[in-house]
């Protein structure tokens, strides 16, 4: 930790006051190389067994691997990698990946101030120490570390440091254009450019390299599968479609639809590498999350609760909340709309009308109403976003007619207004069961950044309501769930054929429930420009970014939430 405070002092303390890591390669192979570094080899002797072996002429060369150490005095425990004895003397080798950088001192700061600290440990302990050294894997190098009162000082006034800025409980400002921030395993946690763009620089955000191979949702809804473990997979046995494995590296979390089955071997094997497991019905109503021990940032949930218990904080965020999401709602009529520019034009202005009320509200309960307007008037125009079937759509069905298997006319899809609870139309089912699933999307979202998905700064907090979910989905419905409804219709990817009605309601067909959830994960995967930092990215990645900038603004790095605002 006190290298990295060097190095960078939010890296340090997001590591280590807010307990965030995330693998990069670097990280993995440095991971690699300290492994074949902690096969066991000689014990280190006591400092008076060494001194003995001088005096008796014993000179060998004694190396110690993997050596802990620890000092109240001093306030620090390290693992030395190598400590290397002759002739009395001890040197402590740290290794890193990479190759030996050529700077003046032939070592990083950091990396001086690191091996300097494990010298102080073996001093404290009563070794001689004259030097550390650094062994550079790559390049199969050993550079030189005098132990100078120089480096002395500047090592113990880090230790310093790092604790006066952990017990003051702010997170250190991100560096400003650092060439070391792209590579940093913790880039994508810090936005380091982001919160600066947001805080008034005028430097434009470098885009956050994402790999391409992204862990991905695994799907469940076949009410005859189960799945179990099978050593590093995850298997789903299904008599209807057939056995399919994944392997548990690619899976980013798992959503149950209806009687699924799971193991406790596939349970566990979940929970220890923090993939959650979501649980709805058999129609997709959002039920429950299963996970790990969970994200330990106690201070980002401890920020949380402060602002949710603050009236006028919570009053700021939901203005903010409403007013965006009603801004996304207009901007969906605009660019869908079918009908007439004389309603087209009226329902803009009366939702922008509801916009600018909203930024003014005076309570929670007023903002209530507002949205609802909002919702009403949008809702009552959403019909004239859907297309009528395609001459396509017609023609298969004639053809399905005249062969006799499913007689009927294709009939175009019809909505009314909005109703749940059940869903009395397909549309109507089509939106109820977008939301359950951004629901989930959301809730793993912010379960990842350490927030808690179930205490909420607008929605009511009520027991098993995930709260903040609905809150940070709000803008998100007509951008994600409603957009999906749209290209299902339009395109033709779901028709009438795909739902049954009952007194009970209406619901999708479990082909139909499939094609739509594969429409809906492709929504996700697909990549947006975001509107303040101009740089691509998926609407997957983009929920988990939003979910960042909320802990930024909860913990007071910034004075507003940036909320996601197409144009």
């Known amino acids: ?60 060369r004694i190396v110690s691997r993997s050596i802990t150490l620890s000092s109240e005095r001093l306030g620090v425990i390290a693992k030395i990698d190598i400590a290397e004895a002759e002739d009395g003397v001890v040197t402590p080798i740290d290794y890193k990946r990479g190759k030996r950088p050529h700077v003046g001192r032939g070592v990083y700061s950091p990396e001086r101030v690191q091996v300097c600290l494990q010298a102080l440990l073996l001093e404290e302990h009563g070794y001689r120490v004259h030097e550390g050294a650094i062994w550079y894997a790559e390049s199969r190098e050993r550079v030189r570390v005098p132990l100078d009162e120089d480096l002395r000082r500047e090592a113990l006034d880090a230790v310093s440091g790092l604790r006066l800025t952990v017990s003051q409980g702010r997170i250190p400002p991100p560096l400003r254009d650092s060439p070391k921030c792209p590579r940093c395993a913790l880039v994508s946690v810090c936005l380091p450019d982001e919160v600066r763009a947001l805080s008034g620089s005028d430097l434009a955000p470098r885009p956050i390299a994402i790999g391409t191979e992204e862990a991905l949702p695994l799907v469940i809804q076949s009410q005859r599968a189960r799945v179990t473990k099978n050593g590093e997979t995850l298997k789903v046995v299904d008599e209807e479609s057939g056995d399919k494995s994944v392997r548990l590296i690619e899976v980013s979390d798992v959503a149950l639809y209806g009687n699924v089955l799971i193991t406790t071997p596939a349970l566990s094997a979940c929970m220890d590498r923090e993939i959650p497991v979501t649980f709805h019905s058999h129609g997709g109503w959002f039920r429950g999350m299963v996970h790990g021990v969970g994200h330990r940032n106690v201070e980002v949930r401890t920020a949380q609760y402060r602002v949710s218990f603050d009236d006028n904080s919570c009053l700021r965020f939901a203005r903010d909340l409403v007013a965006a999401k009603i801004l996304n709602q207009r901007t969906l009529l605009r660019r869908n709309w079918r009908g007439d520019m004389e309603s087209r034009k009226a329902a803009l202005d009366r939702l922008n009308a509801a916009r600018r009320s909203a930024n003014s509200a005076t309570s929670l309960d007023a903002l209530l109403g507002i949205e609802g307007d909002a919702a009403a008037t949008y809702f009552r125009a959403f019909a004239r976003l859907l297309a009528p079937p395609s001459k396509r759509e017609e023609k298969e069905t004639e053809e399905t007619v005249s062969g006799g298997s499913n007689p009927g006319r294709l009939e175009p899809f019809r909505f009314e207004s909005r109703n749940r609870r059940p869903p009395k139309d397909p549309v109507n089912a089509m939106l109820s069961l977008a939301y359950a699933m951004l629901t989930r999307q959301v809730t793993v979202a912010l379960a990842s950044v350490g927030l808690d998905p179930y205490r909420g700064l607008f929605h009511a907090q009520r027991y098993g309501r995930p709260a903040l979910a609905l809150d940070l989905m709000e803008p998100f419905r007509p951008v994600i769930a409603d957009s999906v409804v749209l290209s299902a219709v339009n395109n033709g990817e779901i028709t009438q054929r795909d739902f049954v009605s009952a007194t009970t309601g209406t619901a999708l067909t479990s082909t139909g429930r499939r094609r739509f959830i594969a429409a809906f994960e492709r929504r996700l995967s697909q990549e947006t420009t975001h509107p303040i930092f101009g740089y691509r990215l998926s609407m997957r990645r983009l929920l988990t970014m939003q979910a960042r900038l909320l802990t930024r603004h909860l913990l007071g790095e910034l004075t507003r939430y940036p909320h996601y605002l197409p144009r």
Request: negative net charge; glycine residues 4%; proline residues 5%.
């Open 1 to 60: 930790m006190v290298n990295e405070f060097v190095y960078c002092a939010r890296l340090a303390y997001l590591m280590w006051a807010q307990d965030e890591w995330s693998e990069t390669a670097d990280t993995v192979e440095g991971r690699r190389i300290h492994a074949r570094v902690d096969r066991s080899g000689k014990p280190l002797p006591s400092p008076e067994h060494l001194e003995a072996d001088v005096l008796a002429g014993d000179h060998e």
